[in-house]
Every structure is written in structure tokens, then in C-alpha cells.
């Protein structure tokens, strides 16, 4: 492809909503355009990059037996009523009514429609299992769109759906999923981790999030390098048995002057203790309106989602001053010794010896407390976030911290949608039972984003091999140079002959402006024809390392054979 001939509105100012790289190389790369908040239109760079997305995803998908559909965008209001999504989803569906009143949504999933299609043309388990998938975009009315091709409200999803007849059977289809999207993700050429996810009521190991690392995502990970295992900082297990202090002989209770010293770092300098042994008391409120103290050691952060979870609420929070006030608590100096409310602890403060507390009095703590002897938690409950260097619960090894992108999400959903919706089979016995489902899901536009979150420098983008927009960039340096050019129309017409996809950049423009545009574009390989020309020689350079190498002109067939 000839860049005169093609379309590469490249910007030299970053957009001023664009917050992250992904987002600010897109736009000014000329891959993206903002139409409106969170609807993005692809430019022929950013479509090309999407349809190669789309290709490898299409490809392993087709390899293990899944079927490619297309359903429509706009589901009709009766089949979310039907699973009660209708409200549950709330104001992210995008609603919308036809002429005659009637309510549709633009589809942000398509659970529903897909089991309406099952239930009527599935009867008998020799007709499963099916895996039916799409590539479609999907909506979803945000709050606040941002971040790009990240957050938007329109977005291009694979999501595919598996009808199984066993649950045995549907763990089979769900293990096929899992390493499909292993040679997925590897095949794009990202770094990811693959996370166990909460499953919430279907429980085992059947729900896992694809992750793509990187400085700006949402998602915090914990993971190890010696075994697969990667975990959300807020569903790993936090293994306190291997992160015990050793056993002390219990010494007397004793209450000391504290004076202004209530944060743990400062109680563990007055004290001289480390503060593994300082035990924090923290005053949640919970959802349903009931005030618990949970105690946690020193050194550990508390996890709300896990409060949340263990005491199945909506939500918990802090007690405010006010509150605190309200019920006698003295802040900065609570301890559980003679608290009014109920008490929980972490697991972190099992077998701990001889611990530090407030003493419920301004200006005083507890020293060598212990446990049962003076105070009794009604449990002992994991309600640690994980962190960098706790022991890995699979092989003990350090775990390390990431952050990412959430990229892709498989599932199995069991009987959920089918009991709903009457998506009944009969079985080998006459008997009729419920289709048991998966749902495997990835963010095709996201998967944009996240490749460039992952794969830039402060030029702009460097797109991994196997799905940037061109393998290959020509850029003839002088047009006006009559040799140069006739050498750069040459090399192009002979990658082209090899099946290379190359851009050549023969647009009547200074040097510096090429190399700016191409570091933004990021295309892989770049050939540089220059003043080289003279002495027969192009030069090669790599848009990761940007190291120079001459290449004779004469070889470079030889070289586009290595390419390829
Ligand atoms: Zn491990």
C-alpha cells in the first residue's frame, strides 16, 4: 500500500480527553476518531489491526468445533424479563422503542437471545453439544465512558456459548474454551495471565479472567511464575499459615501510655515492636446497618469485597468519626478488649502472641495481648488483600503483583439461563432436563487497546507482530531523489511480490516527519532508502530496538525471505 494513496490523519497534539497511551496513540496515530462519548470510528489502520484481531480470535475458535453465528443487535424487552436482566441490568442497557411502543435492548450480551434459539430448535441430547459464537458489537449505556477503546459504550465483542447435556460434559466444553484462548492470546502476542475469578453460586474453578499486563489496568493481580496461578488481589487466598510469627510464651497484660501515638507505623516505632505484632481495629459498618470490628495484623491491608462476600451484604464501610463518637469508641485507640460490638478477625492474627491493641482509652494501648485468654473474636475469617511476596496457596513461592486489562472472561453458567428461559433437552432416559451452559466472552476493540497499553515507548506504539496494521514500512527518505525512489519502488514492488504486507511511505515530505509518523504507527519492520542509495545500501531497522543495520540492496531478497 502506497501512504499517498492511503488514509493516515496522524495528529501532532495529544486529544485532550485522551488520559492514556492507548487512547492518545490510537487518535493521533490515525488508527481512531471520536464520533461521541465512548463511539469510536476505525480509519483504515485501526480496521485492519481489528480484523486481524478478529482473524486469530475466528481461527481458534473454528478449530475446536464452535459454530459462527450472527444474531441480531436489537433483543427484544420479553426475553431480558424473562431472566429478570431487565432491571438487574439497570441503566447500562441501552434501551430503546420501535413505533409501536414496543421496548428493545441493544444487546451488551446475548444470553438470552441465544437460549431463545436453543429452546426452540434443541429437543433431544443428540443434538448437543453446540457452541455457537459471533463477532458483534455490543452496547453499553456507561456512566462515564473513558480511557478510549477501553471503556466505550459501543464495542466489538466475541462472545460465544456452549449447550452441553452433563455438567460433566460442560466442563469438558469449558477445559476446550480454556485452551482455545490460551493459543488465542499467545498467538496475538500479549502478555497475559489467566486468573481465577469468583464464581459466586457455581463455585470450583470454573470461571477465569484473561488479563493483559499492563502499567494502566483496572484489574490488580497477584500471580506466580513458578506455577500458572494468578489471582485478583481481592479472591486470592491469603496462605497465613506459611506467613506465621514463631510461638512466644504468654506475658502479662499490660496497659501503656501512648501518648498522640495511634497510626501502626508510629506505635510500632514507640514501642520498638515490628508491626506484625500492632493489631489494628477497624469499625465497619455494614449495609444492612449493623457496626462489627474487625481486627487485622499490622502489615496487612483489609479487603472490603471480602468482608462483603463472607457477610453476603451489598456493601460496608468505615465508621465515620460521628458514628464512632455515637457509640463510645475512642478513634485511633480502639482495641477489642471490652468493645460493645461484635468482633471478627482476620486470619492474620491466629496464634499471634503477645500482640499490640488500643485500650479503648485516649492516649493508651494494650501490650502482650492474647488470645483467648483476653478477648474472644467470634472468627477467624481471610479478609486479607493479597500482596507482592505472600506465598503462592499452589506451590509456596513468592507470588508478584501485577495490574491489567481484562481482555477476556469464560464461564460456566450451568442451568442458570436455561432454567429460566424453559431450555429443556431429553435425555437418553425420556426425562427432560435442563441444557447446562458456558458463556466465553473477549473484548475485540479492548483487545486494541490493551495490545498498544502493553506495547509502546514515548514515540508512540509497537504492535506485536502478528496483528499490527503492516508488517512491513518502507519509508523513501527524499521523493525528489530520483534513485531513491526508484530504489523504494523496487523494494516495495518486491515485498509485495513475496507476500509481505508492506506501507510505503512515498508522500512528498521531510525525513523527520516520516520517522515521527512511523514511530507513531509502530509497524514492526521499517527499511529505510536514503543517501545509502549511492553505495547500494538500505537500512533496516526494528521499530522495538530502533537499531540500525545496512542491508546491500542486492540482498534484499534474501532478507524478505527471512521476514517471511
Ligand atoms: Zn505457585
Known amino acids: 500500500m502506497k501512504a499517498s494513496n492511503y488514509f493516515i490523519p496522524t495528529l501532532k497534539e495529544t486529544p485532550s480527553e485522551a488520559e492514556v497511551p492507548s487512547h492518545i496513540y490510537l487518535v493521533r496515530g490515525g488508527f481512531i476518531r471520536q464520533l461521541a462519548a465512548g463511539l469510536y470510528e476505525y480509519l483504515p489502520l485501526g480496521f485492519r489491526v481489528l480484523k486481524k484481531i478478529e482473524n486469530i480470535i475466528r481461527k481458534h475458535m473454528d478449530e475446536t468445533g ?83 477503546l477501553i471503556r466505550g459504550r459501543e464495542f466489538l465483542m466475541k462472545d460465544a456459548y456452549s449447550f452441553d447435556v452433563s455438567e460433566e460434559m460442560a466442563i469438558k466444553s469449558y477445559e476446550i474454551m480454556k485452551k482455545a484462548y490460551k493459543k488465542i492470546f499467545d498467538e496475538l502476542g500479549l502478555d497475559y495471565l489467566m486468573v481465577e475469578a469468583d464464581t459466586g453460586a457455581i463455585g470450583g474453578k470454573f470461571s477465569h479472567e484473561f488479563v493483559v499486563k499492563a502499567a494502566n489496568g483496572e484489574a490488580h493481580i497477584v500471580y506466580c511464575e513458578k506455577c500458572e496461578y494468578a489471582a485478583n488481589v ?99 485507640f480502639v482495641g477489642p478488649i471490652g468493645l460493645d460490638i461484635p468482633v471478627y478477625a482476620d486470619v492474620s492474627v491466629k496464634d499471634l502472641h503477645n500482640f499490640v491493641v488500643g485500650a479503648n482509652e485516649k492516649d493508651y494501648h494494650y501490650i502482650n495481648v492474647n488470645i483467648p485468654r483476653d478477648f474472644k473474636p467470634i472468627e477467624f475469617v481471610d479478609f486479607s488483600t493479597a500482596k507482592e511476596n505472600d506465598p503462592c496457596p499452589n506451590c509456596k513461592s513468592p507470588l508478584k503483583e501485577t495490574t491489567g486489562l481484562e481482555v477476556g472472561h469464560i464461564f460456566l453458567l450451568g442451568t442458570k439461563y436455561s432454567e429460566a428461559m424453559k431450555a429443556y433437552f431429553v435425555d437418553k432416559d425420556g426425562k427432560e432436563k435442563p441444557i447446562i451452559m458456558g458463556c466465553y466472552g473477549i473484548g475485540v476493540s479492548r483487545l486494541m487497546a490493551a495490545a498498544v497499553e502493553q506495547n509502546h515507548d514515548e514515540n508512540g506504539i509497537i504492535w506485536p507482530e502478528n496483528i499490527a496494521p503492516f508488517k512491513l514500512h518502507i519509508l523513501a527518505l ?78 534484499i531478497e534474501n532478507f524478505f525471505e527471512e521476514l517471511v
Open 66 to 148: 464452535a459454530l459462527e453465528v450472527l444474531l441480531p443487535i436489537l433483543t427484544p424487552s420479553e426475553l431480558w424479563q424473562e431472566t429478570g436482566r431487565w432491571e438487574v441490568y439497570g441503566k447500562e442497557l441501552f434501551k430503546v422503542e420501535d413505533r409501536k411502543g414496543r421496548l428493545f435492548a441493544l444487546g451488551p450480551t446475548h444470553e438470552e437471545t441465544i437460549t431463545d434459539l436453543i429452546r426452540k430448535n434443541i429437543r433431544s441430547y443428540k443434538d448437543l453439544p453446540k457452541n455457537f459464537y459471533q463477532i458483534q458489537t455490543k452496547f453499553r449505556d456507561e456512566a462515564r465512558p473513558r480511557y478510549g
Open 234 to 332: 481481592e479472591a486470592a487466598k491469603y496462605e497465613f499459615e506459611l506467613d506465621k510469627l514463631p510461638p512466644e510464651k504468654e506475658k502479662p497484660l499490660e496497659k501503656v501510655h501512648t501518648p498522640k501515638v495511634s497510626s501502626v507505623d508510629d506505635v510500632a516505632k514507640f514501642l520498638g515492636v515490628d508491626t506484625k505484632k500492632i493489631v489494628k481495629t477497624l469499625v465497619y459498618i455494614l449495609s444492612d446497618g449493623t457496626a462489627i470490628a474487625v481486627l487485622i495484623r499490622g502489615d496487612r491491608e483489609l479487603n472490603e469485597t471480602k468482608l462483603i462476600n463472607h457477610f453476603n451484604i451489598l456493601d460496608a464501610r468505615l465508621a465515620t468519626s460521628k458514628e464512632l463518637e455515637k457509640m463510645g469508641i475512642v478513634e485511633g
Open 478 to 555: 527524499n521523493m525528489k531523489d530520483e534513485k531513491i525512489r526508484e530504489v523504494a519502488e523496487r523494494i516495495y514492488n518486491l515485498a509485495k511480490e513475496k507476500g509481505i504486507e508492506v506501507l510505503y511511505d512515498d508522500r512528498d515530505m521531510s525525513a523527520g516527519a516520516k520517522f515521527k509518523d512511523a514511530d507513531l504507527i509502530g509497524i514492526p519492520h521499517r527499511i529505510v532508502v536514503g543517501r545509502g542509495v549511492k553505495n547500494k545500501i538500505v537500512e533496516y531497522q526494528h521499530r522495538k530496538d530502533q537499531q540500525k543495520q545496512s542491508i546491500s540492496i542486492e540482498n
